[in-house]
């Protein structure tokens, strides 16, 4: 039995350590393209709001109780700053924050146990924060927007983490003294799991998301945040509008 617990431990190891080294090869990835490719549609606004989002984002993740052993955990709001990106900036750009956001964490405390679980728990659960794109296309009460757009990313994020903890379960089953019931019903288990924190979490969140618009707050940071709508100059205007007087111009 002591093999058996080495030999997965030794395994478990690999697999952080290799998926570590990746996690920041990808993120630097990420950051590269950004400049490389995003230098037309990002304009210092864009990256700037990202970047602050995001930093609060991750600085918030820190203030935290986690009432589980093996992952997972309720923290001071901390997908609010991202949601409000993501509700600016649309889904595409959420997806990306929220992917650059699930490194981050991963990076300061890794908890997997194969390439699935990281997947899971720390890309797709963290990206789904670009589904809040959607809800402000819902209704025109921004108040009701965000507060069912951080249910619909919760109920995303909830599902990836569910996969994942069945996964997680069945071959940590090997060496966690999980209780007998447990074992028979990985999916049961797995989604009791996932009640206990990701609920609260999300309630927090929705909660803070409701003040912040019902005391217009939320509305001042938007349009802080809010990219300004390109538009042609006056010259440009005249130019296309007005012919010009100039004979070598006219021929």
Sequence with gaps: MLSVLLDVSQHVTDVVMWISVGAVVLLLGVIALICIKGKRRYDAKHIAAAGICVSLSFALSYAKISPLQYGGSITLASFVPVLIYAYVYGIADGFLAGIIHGLLNFISGPYILTGATFLLDYILAFASIGLMGFARKFTKKITFNVVLGALLVYAARFLFHWVSGIIYFAHNSVWVDLPAWALRNGALYSFIYQCVYVPAD??????????????????RLINIIRPKPKACSAEQTDQNETPSDDPKQKQ
């Design 202 to 219: 999300c309630a927090i969140c929705a909660v803070v998301l409701y003040l912040l618009a019902k005391f217009k707050v939320l509305d």
